[in-house]
């Protein structure tokens, strides 16, 4: 089955820098690539996705960049504020249904 | 627009007793998921629904859990008899369909005791 790993497992940046989280998937065969964000005690809120037809994706602070080649993706999100803390999930699926999830990167934005 | 809603939010309860987990998904939607979550596993599916017909259950962890879906606005996660090990947080989502975009609700914090 598919195996995502994602990196970094915590992230502290200062507010207004940037922060990148990256993620390796297994099966060639994914394609599609959705970012969630789960703040405490709330489910995961989809932030945005990308299919494998497209190699970058842009919505305000947040982009998504995919290589396929290398089975890599990254979310990165610009000028950072407090509200951005909370833990982001990667996810990779190969059948139009099975989402499999990267174990998550908790998130800090320092005042 | 309602979101999933998932109920009850908490629930506390000594092993052996039989849990019931309830999901609304979002109207319109005919795919519908359930989730759980752990510290050990992490974010894994159980059960996937497609127009109320299981499609993959696969991920369903034993033969003590079962899951149902009667109609297009409700599904439920039976757990009968509970252990301790299930302890977890449970999630429902739903999308418009296969391949579309997955919305969550805000879990069901289970706890065995």
């Known amino acids: 089955g598919e195996n995502v790993e994602q990196h970094p497992s915590t992230l502290s940046v200062q507010e207004g820098d940037s922060a990148v989280i990256k993620c390796t998937y297994s099966d060639s065969a994914s394609n599609y690539f959705p970012w969630y964000k789960q703040e405490l005690g709330k489910g995961p809120q989809l932030i945005i996705d990308i299919r494998s037809n497209v190699g970058e994706k842009k919505d305000q602070r947040i982009a998504v960049t995919l290589n396929k080649t290398a089975k890599h993706f990254s979310l990165h999100i610009t000028e950072t504020q407090p509200e951005d803390s909370a833990v982001y999930f990667c996810?990779?699926?190969?059948?139009?249904?099975?989402?499999?999830f990267g174990a998550g990167t908790t998130v800090t934005v320092r005042a | 627009d309602a979101g999933v809603i998932q109920s009850p939010r908490h629930e506390v309860t000594e092993m052996g007793q039989e849990v019931t987990l309830r999901c609304k998904p979002i109207?319109?939607?005919?795919?519908l998921f359930w989730y759980r979550q752990t510290m050990m596993r992490g974010l894994e599916l159980l059960i996937y629904?497609?127009?109320?017909?299981?499609?993959?259950d696969s991920g369903m962890p034993e033969d003590r859990f079962s899951a149902k879906m009667p109609n297009a606005s409700f599904s439920t996660l039976k757990i009968q008899p509970s252990e301790p090990r299930d302890s977890a947080v449970y999630f429902c989502?739903?999308?418009?369909?296969?391949?579309?975009?997955?919305?969550f609700g805000d879990g069901t914090r289970l706890s065995i005791l």
């Open positions: 996810a990779a699926s190969s059948n139009d249904y099975k989402l499999s």
């Open positions: 629904f497609n127009n109320n017909v299981p499609i993959d």
């Open positions: 989502a739903s999308s418009r369909g296969q391949g579309q975009p997955q919305h």
């Open positions: 109207s319109g939607h005919n795919s």
